[in-house]
Nanobody, 124 residues
Framework: QVQLVESGGGVVQAGDSLRLSCVAS????????MGWFRQAPGEARELVGT????????TYADSVKGRFTVSRDHGKDTVYLNMNRLKPEDTAIYYC?????????????????WGQGTQVTVSA
């Protein structure tokens, strides 16, 4: 019902900036929140940041607070993750996620829809 496609990953140096994009398509009217998870090899998934559809309120993990910003293009069902002052520990696969209004379907960490992920590699 909803498809998420991420883009913008790549290899950068520590201190650089990178912007990830996620385009949602399909039944996007069922969504109330979108955001980003990340997962480094062998590590647990971490919720990086979210943004709500209703009021654009954002949340951030402590590890990225002050460096990353989640934003939304209100006319294109697109969310962005602006990453500044990147660190090697930010290296991970970044997943766009979306939460839908309750439909009794299972979720992963509370999010119904997940993108395929985009790799971000930060070299020292």
């Amino acid at each position: 019902q909803v498809q998420l496609v991420e883009s913008g990953g790549g290899v950068v140096q520590a201190g650089d900036s990178l912007r990830l994009s996620c385009v949602a398509s399909g039944r996007t009217f069922t969504l109330h929140r979108m955001g980003w998870f990340r997962q480094a090899p062998g590590e647990a998934r971490e919720l990086v940041g979210t943004i709500s559809w209703g009021d654009d309120m954002t949340t951030y993990a402590d590890s990225v607070k002050g460096r990353f910003t989640v934003s939304r293009d209100h006319g294109k069902d697109t969310v962005y993750l602006n990453m500044n002052r990147l660190k090697p520990e930010d290296t991970a696969i970044y997943y766009c996620v979306a939460a839908a209004y309750s439909d009794h379907m299972p979720t992963l960490h509370g999010y119904r829809y997940w993108g395929q992920g985009t790799q971000v590699t930060v070299s020292a």
